[in-house]
């Protein structure tokens, strides 16, 4: 029994020596490298991931320069049609006051239609020249409105709060 005990041990412990190299081999040789690769995808995964963050940032940057610029835009362009609009309904209300002027002194028996023309002048109903000071405080409102719209984009290409819009009335 002796011979069968010695041969049943060496296959034993060959069996043994087969087992654990089979499972260094698997360790080293299936298991470790695997691990790696799911490290590596992980990594990849997570760059792509801040990547796309990145993108998502820069695209949403890009879309509120844009809006910011499309509203400086407009603003700016109703800063300017409000200069507009104040301008001719100046000079309307200067017109209608020159032609009260005339309508009085044509309406003095003593007065001729051309001495009256030549005392009280009739200004152009749109596009006149108006009084340097008037002219001036049209223009300080419309470049102190352009100067908001300005501060307004600034402000809304940072990505702060936007600021309230001005009231028309007050242009």
Known sequence: MLKHSNAILKLALALAVLLAGGGIGFYYGIFLPSQEIRRQTQAMAEKKAAADAQGKALADRAKRMQAAQTEYEDCVNFAELSYKQRWTQSCQSLHDADQAAFQDCSDNLFSTQAGCLAKHPIRPERDCALPGQMAQELTDARDKRKAECLARM????????????NDPAGV
Do not use: A, C, K, N
């Open 154 to 165: 600034r402000t809304e290409q940072e990505g702060g709060p936007p600021l309230p819009p």
